[in-house]
């Protein structure tokens, strides 16, 4: 696996570079683009395919890039990182589908993308990752349609692409195409293990409460008393964030929503507050008759995760040493942090690493699913490990 | 962690609430089982019905290891799986009466929980009580069509036979024959072919649907023998063929065309086979089933009630025709009278139907002539019936019919005859009838309000004449001394509104309207616990009648908002008198039943509020009943009409709950507060057809939806015990009250008490030795 990585301001040249430094290695079986969506992406992206035509591409916009190559490692925006997958042991296969409406929507979109499963060499090691417009709805969707096409035996991971925070547009790659609204599903079959860490680094706050009422990312009651007014007065919440709706986002920004899952939490982000309502707006769904924890963290639980999540991934290798680590990264994880924080964060990944390359982006949501049939998170941080 | 007690009612109710909301059993199995998979977070569920995987989630398309999935044994277990390694397994049984199905969820490395166990129990429960519900209310609905289609068929063959007992042409009704069975055998393709009288070897075609023109020039005069409708003809008897072209002797004609499959039956003239009646189909799946055969049987024996009939009558009509004739003439003006005007309009619809022609109708009536006649006496405004008589003859054309129908009404037959030429004519009649008629020395002047109707081409022609009547009618009501041209909103709006709405306005007005009071007991307790309030008309020719006999008419003549304005003022007014007297029966909710037409008025919450407010009544105290469809058919809106009475505080049940859509998860949508199931589940129970079943799984999930059930129709001591065992709410019937006038059921009420004091059927049905108890375990 190799790295590469451009703050070329020209999107064709800053295209080329990543994916000539990427492309140091031989026999390349496929091409990551994550990149900051302020460039011309039809020019970077076609600069990147004509490096190793003929190889697999798929790609996305973000709220910022990550990688760690060589002795270089590091985080921001307005940049491009293209990551090369290559040698003899791997077998990929890709696919995009249109989540439009009239397409079928998301589910639809999660089933027919992940088709590129059937493609793939039967080798020992599966994943599926997935690429997908993070402003386009319910991604829990997408993990139902590919779970209806994989099944159990595939893990899968990914995230949602990003536009700097701008929420107004992001972009999936395929090939030389550049498009809003798709899945881009990716099957990565491997004769070495590939292992999958997933945390977020939030506390639980309190006794767990029972989802009373919700209508999909609204939450309107938790053990039957109104959301808004349980998640202040439990938290604590500051005098301003009882009635001013920025103040009440920056403390939401450290106080998620914790889902009970068997395989500890998965979180959802507290994009708002409906003060007439009294009810909660999350980023994503939020089911009916569910448990549910409130969450706190600061910059010492959310590097502890990047640990934990790295450490995951590389145990599942055994003893194969690492050739690269992918990470999908929730931006709000490098809200709280801050842009020291992040360049902290970087520095542990390339620890872990160990040498090898990392690549990674700061997502609008990520996926993860090794236990179960969900598998869509906020906050959180998905890392996979390629032996 | 220790789930909550609370958990797992949560998650039952809403499994319940996505499951319910599936069209069909399939459907229902492959969400139940993503739901499955999703609440105890497993890998793999499944449902297995007989053995076979109906449908699961955690595997790849056509990857199912069906075999492993069907083979895991009930209860707690271990399995492994290929690729997915040692799994936790779960098999429950769904309880399916019918057949074994079960649902199996495998979870890789932690073992179920007790309370994981019973979480998927209680769904694989509600999910089987779902599908129960959904299959039983899928063949309630197949058996209704089918029953529809014994209906169509029947009105089409009366149809036939009245038409034939009418004497309509011959022609007619043999084509009648034909489009019947084509509509009704579903058949792309028909012929009637009968034995030519000149040359009896052979066989004319002498009606016909879907045959193309040059077709029926090549087989239209064939061999007896040929084909499947000659060999119906020379075997005497129903002869299938299932795949056309391989039939012994095809018509190479129908061949080419493609035809794939044709049914025919033999028809008789004076017992001996005259011909066949043949239907066909280009489909290559289509199969004749044993009720199409006997429909095409009918059919053919129509046919030859028609053939019989016609030969009949022609030698009756040469015995008779100076009789007939005289029979057919008008005295006074020499005109043809009404029934020759409908045979020679009758024989016009026929032959234009044939050249694709127009007939023309004018129903002509003279404005005022009964003050002629009353005025002027009966010779005189006879003289005047001439006088018209001949001045219709002079401005029509030679080829049109004039007649007279009585008194003063005229008629005129205008064949080949476009509406807008039809038009003129009608206009130059007018004009004929307005001109100045000079009698005993006084000019007279009169007008004529004429109707105009163009022949259908399926129409009879005393349909053409009683259209161009209604038109004429319109003129009439429009001022007089007009032409009207009927069209089909005439026809709706004439019909309904001449017959009903008159009287039906003076019923509104003048009082003729009261309100009949049941009252809704508990079903354990009998004691009132509610009292719908039901329209009657006191007719004062016909009596009480019954909501069903005026209601829809009132919804079609606009009267329906009055109507329902008043219902709901005097159901609270009485509501008010009973609590300003402290009955008992003004401790209780009055209900009242919307309309469509009623719950659509932007009026209504306003209408309830304020009439609440005047009678100082608390929301609480009124109930409104609307029925299925209502919400169906515009769901946003009467969502939004819902909620806004909602807001007054009003009780809001489902009335006829299980006749309509009857999908419980809509009701979601909607803040009612009860359930009331149709009477006909009710009065059906314990007939073995599936409606005690159907009644059970309602009121299962009606409660764990957190809503009342109200049983309707209850008439005997069995049903009450029923749905006292099946844990219904309410109920209400005959068996406890008819509906009654408020006096008479104040006086079964009296103070301080809530149950009647003259029901012998009064008896608490557990005391009846049924564990009333005993079947409310099922959700909750």
């Known amino acids: 696996m190799g790295v590469g990585r451009s703050d070329d301001n020209d999107a064709s040249t800053a295209g080329r570079n990543a994916a000539k430094a990427a492309l140091a290695g031989p026999d390349p079986r496929l091409l990551i683009v994550f990149c900051a969506d302020s460039y011309d992406l039809p020019a970077l992206v076609q600069a990147v395919a004509e490096a190793a035509p003929g190889v697999p591409l798929v790609g996305c916009s973000t709220a910022g890039e990550l990688s760690v190559s060589g002795n270089e490692a590091g985080a921001g925006d307005a940049t491009v990182v293209v990551t090369a997958l290559g040698g003899s042991g791997f077998s990929v296969a890709t696919r995009h589908a249109s989540a439009a409406a009239e397409d079928g929507g998301l589910r639809q979109a999660g089933f027919d993308a992940a088709g590129c499963m059937s493609d793939v060499e039967p080798l020992p090691h599966n994943v599926l990752m997935v690429l997908t417009d993070g402003l386009a709805g319910d991604q829990e969707e997408v993990v139902r349609g590919t779970y209806r096409a994989v099944g159990a035996t595939v893990p899968l991971v990914g995230g949602c692409a990003g536009d700097d925070l701008k929420m107004t547009a992001t972009y999936q790659f395929h090939g030389t195409e550049v498009m809003r609204n798709a899945v881009v599903a990716v099957a990565i079959a491997s004769d070495a293990p590939l292992g999958i860490g997933v945390r977020h680094g939030w506390r639980r706050v309190g006794d767990p409460m029972l989802v009373t009422n919700s209508d999909g990312n609204r939450l309107f009651t938790l053990d039957d008393q109104p959301a808004l007014d349980t998640y202040l007065r439990k938290l604590g919440a500051p005098a301003e964030a009882y009635t001013d709706p920025a103040a009440f986002t920056r403390f939401a920004l450290t106080h998620p929503l914790g889902l009970s899952r068997r395989s500890g939490e998965e979180v959802r982000f507290v994009a708002e507050a409906d003060f007439h309502e009294r009810s909660l707006v999350c980023i994503a769904n939020v089911a009916k008759g569910g448990l549910a924890w409130f969450m706190e963290g600061d910059e010492e639980s959310v590097l502890q995760a990047t640990d934990a999540a790295c450490s995951e991934a590389l145990i599942a290798l055994g003893d194969a040493p690492p050739l690269g680590l992918v990470a999908f990264d929730c931006i709000a994880r490098r809200g709280v942090v801050g842009d020291e924080g992040i360049q902290r964060e970087v520095d542990r990944l390339a620890d872990f690493a160990n040498g090898a390359p990392v690549a990674g982006f700061y997502t609008y949501g990520e996926f993860a699913r090794t236990r179960g049939t969900t598998g869509f998170h906020n906050q959180t941080l998905v890392v996979l490990a390629v032996a | ?780």
């Open chain 2, 1 to 780: 962690m220790e789930p909550r007690r609370d958990w797992l009612s949560h998650q039952l109710s809403e499994f319940l609430a996505a499951v319910s909301a599936y069209p069909d059993e399939l459907a229902a199995f492959e969400g139940g089982v993503e739901r499955i998979a999703e609440a105890v977070e497993a890998e793999v569920a499944a449902v297995v019905v007989d053995g076979w995987v109906a449908a699961s989630v955690g595997f790849r398309p056509g990857q199912v290891p069906e075999a492993q999935l069907a083979g895991v044994r009930m209860g707690m277990s271990t399995v492994s799986l290929p690729a997915l390694g040692h799994a936790s397994a779960l098999s429950v049984d769904m309880e399916d009466d019918e057949r074994n199905a079960r649902v199996v969820v495998l979870r890789v490395d932690a073992p179920f929980s007790h309370e994981e166990a019973v979480l998927i129990r209680g769904m694989a429960r509600v999910l089987a009580l779902t599908v129960r519900l959904l299959r039983l209310l899928h063949r309630e609905r197949t058996s209704r069509s089918q029953l529809q289609e014994r209906q169509d068929l029947l009105e089409r063959l009366f149809r036939i036979q009245r038409s034939i007992s009418h004497r309509a042409p011959i022609d007619v009704v043999l084509d009648a024959i034909t489009e019947g069975a084509s509509s009704l055998v579903d058949a792309e393709v028909v012929a009637l072919r009968l034995i030519d009288e000149t040359n009896p070897d052979y066989l004319g075609i002498v009606s016909s649907v879907g045959v193309e023109p040059d077709v029926l020039e090549a087989i239209g005069h064939t061999p007896v023998g040929d084909g499947v409708g000659g060999r119906a003809v020379s075997e005497a008897k129903l002869v299938i063929a299932h795949d056309y072209q391989f039939d012994p002797q095809p018509m190479l004609q129908f061949v080419d065309r493609g035809l794939h499959t044709a049914m025919a039956a033999p028809v008789y003239r004076d017992g001996k086979v005259a011909g066949s009646l043949l239907v066909g189909s280009y489909d290559p799946e289509r199969t004749y089933s044993e009720t199409e055969q006997e429909m095409l049987l009918a059919f053919a024996e129509h046919t030859s009630l028609a053939l019989n009939d016609a030969s009949a009558l022609e030698a009756i009509n040469q015995a008779f025709a100076d009789a007939v004739h005289r029979a057919n003439h008008d005295e006074l003006t020499g005109l043809p009278n009404r029934a020759l005007v409908l045979d020679r309009l009758g024989h016009a619809m026929a032959r234009v139907a044939r050249e694709d022609g127009h007939v023309c109708v004018l129903f002509v009536d003279l404005d005022r002539f009964k003050s002629i006649n009353d005025s002027l006496g009966h010779s005189v405004g006879d003289e005047v019936l001439v006088r018209v008589a001949e001045r219709l003859h002079m401005a029509v054309r030679p080829s049109d019919t004039v007649g007279r129908l009585s008194g003063d009404e005229f008629v005129v037959v205008c064949e080949d005859l476009a509406v807008a030429d039809a038009m003129r004519i009608a206009e130059r009649v007018a004009d004929a009838v307005s001109a100045p008629i000079q009698l005993y020395g006084r000019d007279l002047v009169l007008t004529a309000s004429v109707g105009l109707a163009s022949a259908h081409p399926t129409a009879k022609a005393e349909d053409v004449l009683r259209d161009a009547d209604v038109a004429m009618y319109r003129a009439k009501e429009r001022g007089r001394a007009r032409i009207e041209v009927f069209d089909e909103t005439i026809r709706a709006q004439m019909l309904a509104r001449i017959e009903m709405e008159q009287a039906l306005r003076r019923a509104i007005a003048g009082g003729e309207l009261r309100l009949h009071y049941q009252p809704v007991i508990d079903t354990e307790s009998a004691r009132l616990v509610a009292i719908e309030a039901l329209v009657r008309w006191e007719h004062p020719e016909f009596g009480l009648l019954a909501p069903d006999l005026f209601i829809p008419l009132a919804e079609e003549a606009g009267l329906i908002i009055p109507l329902g304005r008043w219902v709901i003022e005097e159901a609270c007014r009485q509501l008010a008198v009973w609590r300003a007297e402290c009955s008992p029966l003004g401790s209780v909710r009055v209900s009242v039943n919307l309309s469509a037409r009623q719950f659509g008025d932007a009026g209504l919450v306003e209408l309830v509020r304020s009439t609440l407010q005047a009678f100082r009544l608390p929301g609480s105290s009124i109930g409104f009943e609307v029925t299925e469809s209502v919400l169906m058919d515009e769901a946003e809106a009467a969502a939004e009409t819902l909620r806004r009475l909602k807001g007054l505080g009003v009780h809001l049940s489902i009335d006829d709950f299980g006749t309509g859509y009857s999908s419980l998860s809509y009701l979601q949508l909607f803040p009612v507060d009860c359930v009331k199931v149709d009477r006909s589940f009710v009065a059906r129970m314990g007939d073995g057809g599936g409606n005690d079943v159907i009644v059970s799984a309602v009121i299962s999930l009606a409660r764990a939806l957190g809503l009342d059930v109200v049983a309707e129709g209850v008439e005997t001591e069995a049903q009450w015990r029923a749905l006292s065992s099946l844990g219904c709410g309410s109920v209400q019937g005959f068996l406890f009250s008819r509906p009654k006038p408020p006096s008479e059921l104040a006086a079964d009420y009296s103070s301080g008490m809530t149950k009647p004091r003259c029901s012998s059927a009064m008896r608490n049905p557990s005391q009846s030795g049924v564990a009333a108890s005993a079947a409310r375990s099922s959700i909750s």
